[in-house]
């Protein structure tokens, strides 16, 4: 998953040849019910929990008891999934990918979120900085992006990838695999907080999202209709809290 490549690295004018730590990737391949869906790059660990958390957060299951299997063999994944609305849904989708604002995402129907949870500043200061320590594979590279969930205490679930969908994905599908209640839970992210990833939360009810990185304004605009909690900029001792204050105390 890490390769050592000797480089060449220009410092105060003068060329060295150094080892640098490179991530590696693999492009996988997921049929669903004998139909490609989709081709994408990802890091190579934890890839039976991303597609459990992509199939559910695309909306072509509702629940995990809907897949009857899943086979991986090399960079190929095989789902089978037993629900007789889902050929049709997946006939009706075109050119799904997974990143940077362009996947298909089936969420109209969701409802507001209700939840009166309330989290201390400091908490969530603490969070944050426990979450950054476990990022060991970008203090290594430099090139991955982390997700994590938190049950207010502890982060509980935590994954790298070089997308913060997939690292998304991941978090949410080992949620799923372990029967965990998300509707109490907070999600940090390394990414920027866009209407895609907000959307995502919605669907498993998440109330809380905490970034390091900043929002856009669809993000927002979601996060404020859905009543989710968004805070972003959270470094050092500092963050800023976009939508619904009132969680924070």
């Known amino acids: 998953m890490i390769i050592n490549k000797e480089i060449l690295r220009y410092k105060n004018g003068e ?22 869906l989709i081709i994408l790059g990802i890091l190579p660990e934890k890839i039976e929990y991303f597609v459990y958390g992509f199939l559910f957060t695309n909306g072509i299951i509702k629940n995990l008891s809907e897949i009857k299997s899943l086979k991986l063999s090399g960079n190929l994944c095989f789902v089978e999934i037993e629900n007789p609305l889902v050929d049709e849904f997946l006939q009706s989708m075109k050119n799904l990918n997974s990143g940077c604002g362009s996947a298909y995402i089936s969420f109209k129907k969701e409802g507001k979120i209700e939840n009166k949870l309330k989290i201390l500043s400091e908490k969530i200061l603490y969070l944050k900085n426990n ?116 969680r924070v105390i």
């Not at 060329?15 to 490609?36: A, T």
């Open 15 to 36: 060329i060295q040849k150094i080892v640098d730590k490179i991530v590696d990737e693999i492009y996988l391949r997921i049929f669903v019910n004998n139909r490609e």
């Open 131 to 246: 979450f950054e320590k476990m990022s060991k594979i970008y203090k290594e590279t430099g090139s991955v992006h982390s997700c994590g969930l938190s049950d207010h205490e502890n982060i509980i679930i935590f994954a790298e990838d070089i997308s913060r969908h997939n690292a998304f994905d991941k978090v949410i599908g080992e949620g799923l695999f372990k029967n965990l209640n998300f509707e109490d839970k907070i999600l940090l992210t390394s990414g920027r907080i866009t209407s895609d990833i907000t959307t995502k939360c919605v669907k498993v009810k998440i109330p809380v999202i905490v970034s390091i990185s900043a929002p856009t304004y669809y993000a927002l605009k979601i996060a404020e209709f859905y009543n989710i909690t968004l805070i972003g900029f959270a470094r050092g001792n500092r963050f800023n809290i976009y939508t619904c204050n009132w």
